[in-house]
């Protein structure tokens, strides 16, 4: 077996499929999960080869993907950091300071060896008799065609097309005369000074640019539909500031800071469930003297959803808001009627000047990294197959994914799922089994298939316009998903994984 798949000289432009070799296990996506599940593997079975394949030419997924000025984490870092290498910055970081954090993490562990960029996954064939899954990969670099084979194949592709922004049709696009960019594709050149400058969108995207860019531009206007819910907490934590002059082992702060970033998202996703009007009105009172005199927060900063239907933009020390009190930024809530020569009109009509539009209106929904799946020649309809606790998928043998929370931070999840797989793989070496496949039982196949997500619970957007191609859930456990991460820190560690659902063989 050989150690890590080798990279072979590639012939340019070849359509024939070079053998790239066989690994125990084949790791799709370099961003914070895949090289979360890369560590987490490593440490627990260091004898098994992987590989990891990524279609971009650099590491951090969504962090390499987004480049726009101002672009940083939502979450504190502390949670979003891995459970096991300490953040040592501020709570809330800078994209580059996320990259920096992961390039440790590839660096301490040795990870580098085993990621090859600028490989696409394009299918994935299950092969009972043989026990292994075929990948073909197509690399960007070269378009040359390679063929991978695992026994473990573990998607950790991320939730969107890297490559395919979302971007609704507007009227009049083709008459703009300005430049619009997405925030997906920010060209690395562009000068904005004194440019006036509209951003589409109210979510985070928005939220994060507009403070980055209101200085340089002549002004920025946020152009929504409707608003999201802000969130303005101190970009250091107070406990943070208390504990900085203690001198404590970084570990220690790390696992304090956790534990109280935990604590205070738990209560805020408890509160979104069990009493949204007065979380809603705790939202809305904390932005209040942020704002500026006479302005409409009824019209522009109150959602119509229940807090957190939707993810919480946060604005660390209300940034955003201090671009609106300096008058460099402005809100204006409406609806696009279309696009004119020099600017947008809305439905009020409105002509908002503009010499570059950002399209800040996010992503397109991927399943599974756009892989076309099949198992045993048969190809997989994933819109008729159910998960897994989020993990896992109904008739696909060996193959784990990753989904992190909505309301906590993406990474909590990673660390949970990867020690789920972790005794999955020890399960099986345990049993001797070379093949596990979550499978419906006798009791299961009657069971009511839901959508993906709930849109009482959960719906942003970008999920509802996708639930049409995604897996479904079922009504019980262990067939639903987007649990709670404080049920899910209960539930995932003492996962039975001899319950009948996972067929070993
Ligand atoms: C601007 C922004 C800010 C965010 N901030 C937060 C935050 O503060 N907190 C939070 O919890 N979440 C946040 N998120 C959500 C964020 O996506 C996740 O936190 C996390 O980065 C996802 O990591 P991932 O590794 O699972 O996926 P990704 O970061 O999407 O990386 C997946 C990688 O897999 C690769 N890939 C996909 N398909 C294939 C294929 N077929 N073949 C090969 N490679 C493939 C992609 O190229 C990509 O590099 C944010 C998202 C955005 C866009």
């Excluded at 005369?177 to 109210?202: A, F, K, T």
């Excluded at 209560?267 to 009172?285: G, N, Q, V």
């Excluded at 001797?432 to 719906?459: C, I, K, Q, S, Y």
Aim: glycine residues 8%; aromatic residues 10%.
């Amino acid at each position: 077996m050989t150690a890590t798949a080798p990279t072979t000289a590639p012939a340019q432009g070849t359509e024939e499929i070079q053998d790239a070799g066989h690994v125990d296990v084949l790791i799709v996506g370099a961003g914070v999960s895949g090289i979360g599940a890369a560590y987490h593997l490593r440490d627990q079975f260091p004898d098994r080869t992987f590989v990891i394949l990524d279609t971009q030419d650099d590491r951090g997924g969504t962090w390499w993907t987004h480049r726009y000025p101002g672009v940083r984490s939502d979450s504190d870092l502390f949670t979003y950091g891995y459970r096991f290498k300490p953040w040592r910055g501020p709570s809330i970081a800078a994209g580059e300071e996320i990259l920096a954090y992961l390039d440790e993490v590839i660096d301490e562990y040795g990870l580098d060896q085993y990621i090859r960029y600028q490989h696409r996954v394009t299918s994935a064939s299950w092969s009972t008799e043989d026990r292994r899954w075929t990948v073909e990969v197509t690399r960007g670099d070269t378009g040359q065609r390679l063929r991978f084979t695992t026994g473990f194949l573990w998607m950790c592709q991320g939730y969107y097309n890297h490559a395919k922004p979302y971007r609704p049709e507007w009227n009049g696009t083709d008459r703009f005369q300005g430049l619009v960019v997405h925030p997906q594709r920010w060209p690395e050149d562009l000068d904005l000074s004194g440019q006036r400058v509209v951003v589409i969108g109210s979510g985070a995207t928005a939220a994060t640019l507009i403070p980055a860019i209101a200085g340089e531009a002549q002004h920025v206007t946020m152009l929504q539909r409707s608003p999201t819910y802000f969130f303005a907490p101190p970009t250091t934590h107070e406990l943070a500031a208390m504990l900085a002059p203690l001198d404590l082992p970084e570990e220690w702060t790390h696992e304090i800071m956790r534990r109280q970033y935990v604590t205070q998202y738990d209560w805020l996703a408890r509160m979104s469930f069990e009493a949204p009007d007065e979380l809603h009105a705790f939202l809305i009172e904390s932005m209040r003297p942020l704002l500026p005199e006479g302005f409409d927060i009824g019209k522009h900063l109150t959602p119509r959803y229940r807090p957190w239907q939707q993810r919480l933009a946060v604005v660390p020390d209300g940034d955003l808001f201090a671009a609106l009190r300096e008058g460099k930024a402005s809100i204006v809530t409406d609806t696009i009627e279309t696009f004119t020569e020099h600017g947008i009109r809305v439905s009020s009509g409105e002509e908002i000047p503009a010499d570059v539009v950002v399209t800040a209106t996010g992503f397109n929904m991927s399943v599974l990294g756009d892989v076309a799946f099949t198992v045993d020649g048969e190809p997989v309809d994933f819109t008729k197959r159910v998960t897994w606790r989020g993990i896992m998928i109904n008739g696909l043998p060996n193959m784990a994914y990753v989904f992190g929370y909505f309301r906590h931070s993406w990474t909590l999840r990673v660390d949970l799922v990867c020690d789920l797989v972790g005794r999955l793989l020890a399960s099986m070496q345990d049993k001797g089994a070379t093949m596990v496949v979550p499978t419906l039982r006798p009791e299961d196949e009657d069971m009511p298939l839901r959508p993906f997500a709930d849109p009482e619970n959960f719906n942003a957007g970008y999920v509802m316009r996708s639930q049409h191609i995604l897996f479904k859930q079922g009504d019980r456990e262990p067939w639903i998903h987007m649990l709670e991460h404080e049920q899910e820190r209960e539930i995932l560690p003492k996962a039975d994984l001899d319950d009948g659902t996972l067929v070993y063989r």
